[in-house]
Protein backbone atom coordinates (compact mmCIF):
# COMPACT_ATOMS: atom_id res chain seq x y z
CA UNK A 1 0.00 0.00 0.00
CA UNK A 2 1.66 3.56 -0.56
CA UNK A 3 2.48 5.43 2.43
CA UNK A 4 1.15 8.75 2.64
CA UNK A 5 1.48 12.06 5.18
CA UNK A 6 0.10 13.04 7.91
CA UNK A 7 -2.32 16.02 7.51
CA UNK A 8 -4.41 17.94 10.15
CA UNK A 9 -8.44 17.74 9.07
CA UNK A 10 -9.09 21.34 9.75
CA UNK A 11 -7.34 24.61 9.24
CA UNK A 12 -5.20 24.77 6.13
CA UNK A 13 -1.51 25.04 6.64
CA UNK A 14 -1.47 23.92 10.30
CA UNK A 15 0.06 20.37 11.82
CA UNK A 16 1.44 19.15 8.78
CA UNK A 17 3.40 16.11 10.96
CA UNK A 18 6.66 14.43 9.89
CA UNK A 19 5.03 11.09 9.92
CA UNK A 20 3.03 8.55 7.66
CA UNK A 21 0.60 6.11 7.53
CA UNK A 22 -1.51 3.66 5.54
CA UNK A 23 -5.02 3.74 4.43
CA UNK A 24 -7.34 1.02 4.18
CA UNK A 25 -10.54 1.66 2.35
CA UNK A 26 -13.36 -0.54 2.87
CA UNK A 27 -16.04 -0.18 0.42
CA UNK A 28 -19.23 -1.99 1.89
CA UNK A 29 -22.26 -0.77 3.15
CA UNK A 30 -21.31 -1.06 7.30
CA UNK A 31 -24.60 -0.58 9.82
CA UNK A 32 -23.33 1.78 12.87
CA UNK A 33 -25.45 0.91 16.10
CA UNK A 34 -27.70 3.63 15.30
CA UNK A 35 -28.44 2.31 12.58
CA UNK A 36 -26.89 4.87 9.91
CA UNK A 37 -25.75 2.97 7.17
CA UNK A 38 -22.67 4.25 6.06
CA UNK A 39 -21.52 3.31 2.04
CA UNK A 40 -17.85 2.65 3.21
CA UNK A 41 -14.96 4.10 5.39
CA UNK A 42 -11.90 4.59 5.82
CA UNK A 43 -8.97 4.44 8.39
CA UNK A 44 -5.96 4.88 8.97
CA UNK A 45 -3.37 2.83 10.59
CA UNK A 46 0.60 2.38 11.16
CA UNK A 47 2.08 -0.93 11.29
CA UNK A 48 5.59 -1.59 12.69
CA UNK A 49 7.51 -5.02 12.39
CA UNK A 50 6.23 -7.61 10.32
CA UNK A 51 3.92 -11.15 10.70
CA UNK A 52 4.99 -13.85 11.81
CA UNK A 53 4.67 -17.22 9.36
CA UNK A 54 1.47 -18.20 12.04
CA UNK A 55 0.39 -14.67 11.73
CA UNK A 56 -0.17 -14.31 15.41
CA UNK A 57 2.40 -12.07 16.65
CA UNK A 58 0.41 -9.34 16.48
CA UNK A 59 0.16 -6.39 18.91
CA UNK A 60 -2.52 -4.14 18.36
CA UNK A 61 -2.23 -0.93 20.65
CA UNK A 62 -5.40 1.60 20.93
CA UNK A 63 -5.03 5.25 21.09
CA UNK A 64 -6.67 7.09 23.59
CA UNK A 65 -8.90 10.52 22.68
CA UNK A 66 -6.64 12.96 20.59
CA UNK A 67 -3.81 10.63 19.55
CA UNK A 68 -3.18 9.33 15.70
CA UNK A 69 -2.46 5.90 14.61
CA UNK A 70 1.47 5.97 15.56
CA UNK A 71 2.84 4.63 19.03
CA UNK A 72 6.36 5.03 18.48
CA UNK A 73 5.56 9.32 18.58
CA UNK A 74 3.55 9.09 21.15
CA UNK A 75 4.19 6.26 23.53
CA UNK A 76 8.10 6.29 22.60
CA UNK A 77 8.80 4.18 26.17
CA UNK A 78 7.13 1.57 25.32
CA UNK A 79 6.62 0.67 21.40
CA UNK A 80 10.42 1.06 19.35
CA UNK A 81 13.27 -0.94 19.30
CA UNK A 82 14.44 -1.85 22.37
CA UNK A 83 11.51 -0.96 24.13
CA UNK A 84 8.85 -3.67 25.52
CA UNK A 85 7.05 -4.02 22.07
CA UNK A 86 9.84 -4.04 20.33
CA UNK A 87 8.95 -4.53 16.24
CA UNK A 88 12.08 -7.36 15.18
CA UNK A 89 9.51 -9.21 18.01
CA UNK A 90 6.28 -8.26 16.80
CA UNK A 91 4.10 -7.01 14.53
CA UNK A 92 2.63 -3.63 15.87
CA UNK A 93 -0.91 -2.05 14.50
CA UNK A 94 -2.43 0.73 15.69
CA UNK A 95 -5.79 2.42 14.19
CA UNK A 96 -6.81 6.04 14.11
CA UNK A 97 -10.37 5.66 15.15
CA UNK A 98 -13.37 7.17 12.85
CA UNK A 99 -13.70 10.22 13.64
CA UNK A 100 -10.61 11.62 14.23
CA UNK A 101 -8.62 13.87 11.91
CA UNK A 102 -5.63 12.00 11.03
CA UNK A 103 -6.48 10.05 8.33
CA UNK A 104 -9.71 7.67 9.35
CA UNK A 105 -13.03 9.04 8.27
CA UNK A 106 -13.87 12.57 9.96
CA UNK A 107 -16.17 15.25 10.04
CA UNK A 108 -13.98 17.44 7.55
CA UNK A 109 -14.28 14.59 5.05
CA UNK A 110 -16.82 14.86 2.34
CA UNK A 111 -19.68 13.70 2.78
CA UNK A 112 -22.08 11.38 0.41
CA UNK A 113 -25.09 13.37 0.79
CA UNK A 114 -24.43 16.76 0.48
CA UNK A 115 -22.07 19.23 -1.38
CA UNK A 116 -18.66 19.15 1.11
CA UNK A 117 -18.05 17.84 4.15
CA UNK A 118 -19.88 16.41 6.99
CA UNK A 119 -19.34 19.11 9.54
CA UNK A 120 -22.26 18.80 11.93
CA UNK A 121 -23.74 15.79 10.38
CA UNK A 122 -20.89 13.28 10.82
CA UNK A 123 -22.62 10.26 11.88
CA UNK A 124 -22.52 8.81 15.80
CA UNK A 125 -19.44 5.80 16.30
CA UNK A 126 -20.36 3.93 19.50
CA UNK A 127 -16.72 2.27 21.08
CA UNK A 128 -18.52 -0.88 19.45
CA UNK A 129 -18.71 0.51 16.25
CA UNK A 130 -15.37 1.36 16.21
CA UNK A 131 -13.62 -1.95 16.92
CA UNK A 132 -16.38 -3.67 14.25
CA UNK A 133 -15.07 -1.30 11.88
CA UNK A 134 -11.37 -2.56 12.62
CA UNK A 135 -12.39 -6.21 11.62
CA UNK A 136 -12.18 -6.21 7.84
CA UNK A 137 -8.22 -4.40 8.37
CA UNK A 138 -7.68 -7.33 10.45
CA UNK A 139 -8.63 -9.72 7.52
CA UNK A 140 -6.88 -7.69 5.03
CA UNK A 141 -3.75 -7.85 7.24
CA UNK A 142 -3.73 -11.45 7.50
CA UNK A 143 -3.71 -11.36 10.94
CA UNK A 144 -5.42 -14.45 12.60
CA UNK A 145 -4.41 -14.16 16.47
CA UNK A 146 -3.56 -11.05 18.50
CA UNK A 147 -0.69 -12.15 20.35
CA UNK A 148 -1.43 -8.66 23.13
CA UNK A 149 -3.56 -6.05 22.91
CA UNK A 150 -3.32 -2.62 24.57
CA UNK A 151 -4.77 0.46 25.45
CA UNK A 152 -5.20 3.27 28.24
CA UNK A 153 -8.22 5.53 28.64
CA UNK A 154 -10.55 5.97 25.91
CA UNK A 155 -8.41 3.23 24.04
CA UNK A 156 -8.80 0.60 26.84
CA UNK A 157 -12.36 0.80 26.36
CA UNK A 158 -12.45 -0.01 22.72
CA UNK A 159 -9.71 -3.03 23.75
CA UNK A 160 -12.28 -4.26 26.20
CA UNK A 161 -15.11 -3.90 23.93
CA UNK A 162 -13.10 -5.88 21.22
CA UNK A 163 -11.86 -8.65 24.25
CA UNK A 164 -15.63 -9.19 24.79
CA UNK A 165 -16.84 -9.30 20.52
CA UNK A 166 -14.39 -12.12 19.94
CA UNK A 167 -12.83 -13.95 23.15
CA UNK A 168 -10.84 -15.92 21.15
CA UNK A 169 -8.81 -13.29 19.63
CA UNK A 170 -6.05 -11.94 21.77
CA UNK A 171 -4.20 -14.38 24.25
CA UNK A 172 -3.47 -11.07 26.04
CA UNK A 173 -5.34 -8.17 27.14
CA UNK A 174 -3.39 -4.72 28.96
CA UNK A 175 -6.30 -2.18 29.75
CA UNK A 176 -5.05 0.37 31.72
CA UNK A 177 -6.38 3.39 33.74
CA UNK A 178 -10.15 2.53 32.18
CA UNK A 179 -13.66 1.30 32.70
CA UNK A 180 -16.14 -0.94 31.91
CA UNK A 181 -18.83 1.54 31.65
CA UNK A 182 -18.17 5.31 31.04
CA UNK A 183 -19.11 6.65 34.12
CA UNK A 184 -21.53 9.27 34.93
CA UNK A 185 -18.11 11.42 36.13
CA UNK A 186 -16.56 10.97 32.98
CA UNK A 187 -19.90 11.70 31.24
CA UNK A 188 -19.99 15.16 33.46
CA UNK A 189 -16.23 16.10 31.93
CA UNK A 190 -17.14 15.40 28.40
CA UNK A 191 -20.53 17.22 28.50
CA UNK A 192 -18.75 20.05 30.09
CA UNK A 193 -16.34 20.68 27.00
CA UNK A 194 -18.91 20.04 24.61
CA UNK A 195 -21.11 22.45 26.07
CA UNK A 196 -17.67 24.72 26.21
CA UNK A 197 -17.70 24.41 22.32
CA UNK A 198 -21.12 25.00 22.00
CA UNK A 199 -20.58 28.04 23.49
CA UNK A 200 -18.01 29.49 20.92
CA UNK A 201 -20.28 31.72 18.22
CA UNK A 202 -18.84 30.36 15.76
CA UNK A 203 -19.61 26.56 16.48
CA UNK A 204 -22.57 26.04 14.24
CA UNK A 205 -20.75 27.49 11.22
CA UNK A 206 -19.80 25.16 8.55
CA UNK A 207 -16.19 25.83 8.54
CA UNK A 208 -13.42 23.91 9.33
CA UNK A 209 -12.20 26.04 12.53
CA UNK A 210 -15.81 26.46 13.65
CA UNK A 211 -15.65 26.20 17.48
CA UNK A 212 -12.03 26.28 18.21
CA UNK A 213 -12.25 28.61 20.66
CA UNK A 214 -14.24 26.74 22.77
CA UNK A 215 -12.07 23.13 22.01
CA UNK A 216 -9.42 25.65 23.72
CA UNK A 217 -11.74 25.46 26.59
CA UNK A 218 -12.61 22.33 26.66
CA UNK A 219 -9.07 20.73 26.59
CA UNK A 220 -8.26 23.39 29.61
CA UNK A 221 -11.29 21.49 31.37
CA UNK A 222 -10.15 17.97 30.03
CA UNK A 223 -6.41 18.55 31.88
CA UNK A 224 -8.38 19.16 35.23
CA UNK A 225 -9.32 15.73 35.01
CA UNK A 226 -6.13 14.20 33.11
CA UNK A 227 -3.85 15.22 35.61
CA UNK A 228 -4.23 15.64 39.97
CA UNK A 229 -3.68 18.80 42.59
CA UNK A 230 -0.30 17.15 43.12
CA UNK A 231 0.55 17.71 39.25
CA UNK A 232 -0.13 20.81 39.28
CA UNK A 233 1.41 22.26 43.04
CA UNK A 234 4.78 20.51 41.50
CA UNK A 235 5.01 21.50 38.20
CA UNK A 236 2.77 24.99 37.74
CA UNK A 237 3.74 27.33 40.73
CA UNK A 238 2.74 30.69 40.44
CA UNK A 239 5.95 33.27 40.53
CA UNK A 240 6.42 35.49 43.72
CA UNK A 241 5.16 38.52 41.13
CA UNK A 242 1.47 36.66 40.82
CA UNK A 243 -0.84 37.85 39.74
CA UNK A 244 1.28 41.32 39.08
CA UNK A 245 3.74 39.19 36.21
CA UNK A 246 3.40 38.08 32.81
CA UNK A 247 -0.16 40.26 32.27
CA UNK A 248 -1.49 37.78 35.19
CA UNK A 249 -1.17 34.81 33.16
CA UNK A 250 1.26 32.66 35.59
CA UNK A 251 2.12 29.25 35.85
CA UNK A 252 -1.20 27.03 36.32
CA UNK A 253 -3.19 29.78 34.40
CA UNK A 254 -0.63 30.30 31.77
CA UNK A 255 -0.33 26.53 31.47
CA UNK A 256 -4.19 25.65 30.91
CA UNK A 257 -4.04 28.50 27.61
CA UNK A 258 -0.91 26.96 26.51
CA UNK A 259 -2.31 23.21 26.44
CA UNK A 260 -5.75 24.68 24.74
CA UNK A 261 -3.39 26.57 22.11
CA UNK A 262 -1.17 23.40 21.73
CA UNK A 263 -4.27 21.22 21.13
CA UNK A 264 -5.80 23.89 18.53
CA UNK A 265 -2.77 23.52 16.24
CA UNK A 266 -2.90 19.85 15.41
CA UNK A 267 -6.66 19.15 16.25
CA UNK A 268 -10.40 20.34 15.77
CA UNK A 269 -13.54 20.92 17.52
CA UNK A 270 -15.63 18.63 15.44
CA UNK A 271 -13.41 15.43 15.58
CA UNK A 272 -13.34 16.44 19.62
CA UNK A 273 -16.86 16.90 20.05
CA UNK A 274 -17.34 13.30 18.27
CA UNK A 275 -15.37 11.12 19.56
CA UNK A 276 -16.41 12.63 23.58
CA UNK A 277 -19.26 11.53 22.44
CA UNK A 278 -17.89 7.91 21.05
CA UNK A 279 -16.36 7.89 24.64
CA UNK A 280 -19.73 8.67 26.52
CA UNK A 281 -21.42 5.26 24.55
CA UNK A 282 -18.99 3.27 26.39
CA UNK A 283 -21.02 0.34 27.71
CA UNK A 284 -19.89 -3.71 27.55
CA UNK A 285 -22.68 -4.56 29.11
CA UNK A 286 -25.52 -3.01 26.53
CA UNK A 287 -27.57 -5.62 24.82
CA UNK A 288 -25.27 -8.29 26.98
CA UNK A 289 -27.55 -9.04 30.12
CA UNK A 290 -25.34 -7.13 32.01
CA UNK A 291 -21.57 -6.00 32.36
CA UNK A 292 -20.54 -8.56 34.57
CA UNK A 293 -21.75 -11.04 31.91
CA UNK A 294 -20.36 -9.43 28.91
CA UNK A 295 -16.84 -8.80 30.93
CA UNK A 296 -17.01 -13.03 31.91
CA UNK A 297 -16.87 -14.03 27.96
CA UNK A 298 -13.21 -12.46 28.03
CA UNK A 299 -10.78 -15.49 27.47
CA UNK A 300 -7.29 -13.29 26.84
CA UNK A 301 -5.36 -13.78 29.94
CA UNK A 302 -5.57 -10.14 31.24
CA UNK A 303 -3.63 -7.81 33.80
CA UNK A 304 -5.22 -4.90 34.37
CA UNK A 305 -3.25 -1.47 35.54
CA UNK A 306 -4.81 1.60 37.26
CA UNK A 307 -3.13 4.74 38.59
CA UNK A 308 -3.37 5.68 42.25
CA UNK A 309 -3.53 9.26 41.86
CA UNK A 310 -6.10 9.07 38.56
CA UNK A 311 -9.33 11.21 39.40
CA UNK A 312 -10.86 10.45 36.34
CA UNK A 313 -10.61 6.29 35.97
CA UNK A 314 -10.77 6.22 39.71
CA UNK A 315 -8.84 2.44 41.00
CA UNK A 316 -12.18 0.67 41.73
CA UNK A 317 -13.16 0.55 37.87
CA UNK A 318 -9.92 -0.93 37.33
CA UNK A 319 -10.83 -3.38 40.41
CA UNK A 320 -14.23 -4.06 38.58
CA UNK A 321 -12.85 -5.21 35.64
CA UNK A 322 -10.65 -7.63 37.47
CA UNK A 323 -12.91 -9.18 39.04
CA UNK A 324 -14.74 -9.90 36.85
CA UNK A 325 -12.55 -11.12 34.07
CA UNK A 326 -11.83 -14.45 35.03
CA UNK A 327 -8.42 -14.78 35.99
CA UNK A 328 -7.57 -11.56 35.57
CA UNK A 329 -4.71 -9.94 37.31
CA UNK A 330 -4.81 -6.46 38.86
CA UNK A 331 -1.92 -3.46 39.52
CA UNK A 332 -1.84 -0.22 40.53
CA UNK A 333 1.07 2.04 40.06
CA UNK A 334 1.87 5.48 41.79
CA UNK A 335 2.41 8.53 39.73
CA UNK A 336 2.63 12.21 40.37
CA UNK A 337 1.05 12.88 36.64
CA UNK A 338 -3.09 11.45 37.30
CA UNK A 339 -4.85 9.48 34.37
CA UNK A 340 -2.16 11.04 32.17
CA UNK A 341 0.05 8.28 34.33
CA UNK A 342 -0.86 5.76 31.43
CA UNK A 343 1.19 7.33 28.88
CA UNK A 344 4.56 8.80 30.86
CA UNK A 345 4.85 6.09 33.15
CA UNK A 346 6.72 4.07 31.14
CA UNK A 347 9.07 2.19 33.50
CA UNK A 348 6.48 1.08 35.48
CA UNK A 349 4.39 -0.49 32.78
CA UNK A 350 7.21 -2.21 31.22
CA UNK A 351 8.03 -3.90 34.76
CA UNK A 352 4.34 -4.88 35.01
CA UNK A 353 3.57 -5.98 31.70
CA UNK A 354 7.27 -7.79 30.84
CA UNK A 355 6.47 -10.79 32.88
CA UNK A 356 3.61 -10.98 31.07
CA UNK A 357 4.83 -10.91 27.66
CA UNK A 358 8.22 -13.08 28.60
CA UNK A 359 6.41 -15.74 30.03
CA UNK A 360 4.26 -15.94 26.22
CA UNK A 361 7.37 -16.08 24.69
CA UNK A 362 9.36 -18.98 26.53
CA UNK A 363 5.96 -20.99 26.28
CA UNK A 364 5.43 -20.19 22.61
CA UNK A 365 9.31 -21.19 21.80
CA UNK A 366 8.80 -24.33 23.85
CA UNK A 367 5.52 -25.33 21.22
CA UNK A 368 7.94 -24.15 18.41
CA UNK A 369 10.39 -27.03 18.87
CA UNK A 370 8.25 -29.48 19.84
Not at 223 to 250: C, E, I, K, N, V
Not at 282 to 290: W, Y
Amino acid sequence: MPRNSWVKQGQPGINELKLGYESFEYNRPFRLESGFELPGYRLAYTAHGRLNPEADNAVWVFHALTANSDPLEWWPGLVGPGKLFDPSDYYIICVNMPGSCYGSLGPLDPAPHKPGPWYHDFPFFSIRDMVRAYRPLRHFLGVRGIRAGIGGSMGGQQLLEWAVEEPDLFDYIFPLATNAVHSPWGVAFNTSQRMSIEADGTWKENRADAGIEGMKAARATALLSYRHYGTYGQAQQRSPSFPYGSGGWDGAASYQRYQGEKLANRFNAFSYYVLSQSMDSHDVGRNRGSVQAALAAIRAKTLVIGIESDILFPLFEQQFLATHIAGAAYKSIESVFGHDGFLLEFEALSTLIGPFLRKEKIIHSSLSSI
